[in-house]
């Protein structure tokens, strides 16, 4: 099995940073990505930001340009530097990891709460 632990939520004024770290643990084998997906109240879970574990990123639109996502494989921890929060970044963010043992396989952290707010 495998373990995410979300840390760094929070709550921050607009146009603030803030950093969310997520640590992997237990059969961390054969991991094809790891990444951030957000849920706001009333919508769906969407993806925010994904590294490979070639280091290729991928990033949603809505976010290009102000996050950053990283990787230290050999904390086999991923982190998401957020930096001009907007209101509209409000929402529970997730960790994922995705292992590909033939199949691909989804695991999930608890979720961290993020608001934007003055």
């Known amino acids: 099995q495998v373990q995410l632990v979300e840390s760094g939520g929070g709550l921050v004024q607009p146009g603030g940073s803030l950093r969310l770290s997520c640590a992997a643990s237990?059969?961390?084998?054969?991991?094809?990505?790891m990444g951030w997906y957000r849920q706001a109240p009333g919508k769906q879970r969407e993806l925010v930001a994904a590294?490979?574990?070639?280091?290729?990123?991928n990033y949603a639109e809505s976010v290009q340009g102000r996050f950053t996502i990283s990787r230290d494989n050999a904390k086999n921890t991923v982190y998401l530097q957020m930096n001009s929060l907007k209101p509209e970044d409000t929402a529970v963010y997730y960790c994922?990891?995705?292992?590909?043992?033939?199949?691909?396989?989804?695991?999930w952290g608890q979720g961290t709460q993020v608001t934007v707010s003055s």
């Open positions: 994922n990891l995705k292992r590909r043992v033939g199949l691909m396989y989804d695991y």
């Open positions: 237990g059969t961390i084998s054969s991991i094809y990505a």
């Open positions: 590294i490979t574990s070639g280091g290729s990123r």
